[in-house]
C-alpha cells in the first residue's frame, strides 16, 4: 500500500485530489496540508512513502519544502503538481530533489500512474519534457561553469555514452536505437550510472550531467523513431 500525503494552499483541489487517490486499491492518503511547513511537519509524523506537492503556495513554496523535507526523510519520493508544462517552479522542484512532476490538469489515470512510478523510484517525466527542460536548464547550468571533476570519473566509456544520450532527453528504447544495443542493456547502464553517480532518477541524471558539463555528444534534438 502506497502511504501518499497531498499538499497543496487550495481546500478544494486538495481534498479532490484525496478523494481521487483514496479510492485507489494500492493507495491510502495518511494525511494533508496546506502550505509547505505544515507538510514538513506531517511528512516527519506520517512517513508518506509519495508526496504530492503543489510548488506555488504561500509562505513557504513547494520548492523549498521539497528540499527540507527530502534533507530529513530522503527515502520519501516527492511528486509536483505544477500549472504549466515546464517553468522555473517545476525545474526548482526538481534541483530541490522532486522525482519528476505532472500537471495539474491531467487526468486521474495518469496522476495514479504518477504516483505508481514514482513509489517504485521512477521519474516522472518523459522525454519530450525532459527536453524542454534541458532547454530552460542547460544555459543556467552552463553559466555556472562546468565542474567535469566528481564520481562520473568512475563511469566506463559505455556508461559515459549512456549518460550523455540520457541528458539529451533520449528515453532507453531511443537509446538502444542510437548506440546499437539492446533496451534491456540500456536499462541496466542506466541503472549503474546512478548508482555510481548516487542519483535518484535519470531526471536528476540530466541536471547532473549539465552541472557538470558532460554534454557534449549527443545533440538535443528529437532522437530517431523505431
Known amino acids: 500500500m502506497i502511504r501518499i500525503l497531498v499538499v497543496d494552499d487550495q481546500d478544494l483541489l486538495r481534498s479532490g485530489t484525496a478523494m481521487v487517490l483514496g479510492a485507489a486499491e494500492d493507495m491510502t492518503v495518511v494525511g494533508e496540508a496546506a502550505d509547505g511547513r505544515e507538510a514538513i511537519a506531517r511528512a516527519e509524523a506520517l512517513r508518506p512513502d509519495v508526496v504530492v506537492m503543489d510548488v506555488q503556495m504561500p509562505g513557504m513554496d513547494g520548492i523549498e519544502a521539497t528540499g527540507e523535507l527530502l534533507r530529513r526523510r530522503p527515502e520519501t519520493r516527492v511528486l509536483v503538481l505544477t500549472t504549466f508544462d515546464v517553468d522555473a517552479y517545476a525545474y526548482g ?29 521512477n521519474a516522472i517525466a518523459a522525454p519530450r519534457v525532459t527536453r524542454k527542460l534541458i532547454e530552460l536548464a542547460g544555459p543556467a547550468l552552463t553559466a555556472q561553469g562546468p565542474t567535469r571533476a566528481g564520481p562520473h570519473d568512475g563511469l566506463s566509456d559505455r556508461e559515459r555514452e549512456v549518460l550523455d544520450h540520457v541528458a539529451a532527453g533520449y528515453s532507453n528504447a531511443e537509446i538502444a536505437v542510437a548506440l546499437w544495443i539492446a533496451q534491456a542493456t540500456v536499462k541496466t547502464h542506466v541503472t549503474s550510472v546512478l548508482r555510481k553517480l548516487g542519483l535518484r532518477d535519470r531526471v536528476h541524471a540530466v541536471i547532473y550531467a549539465h552541472r557538470h558539463g558532460l554534454c557534449d555528444g549527443a545533440p538535443i534534438v528529437d532522437p530517431p523513431a523505431g
Open 93 to 121: 522542484a526538481l534541483v530541490a530533489g522532486a522525482s519528476g512532476f505532472l500537471l495539474k490538469q491531467c487526468s486521474a489515470a495518469e496522476l495514479l500512474a504518477g504516483i505508481r512510478a514514482v513509489a517504485a523510484g
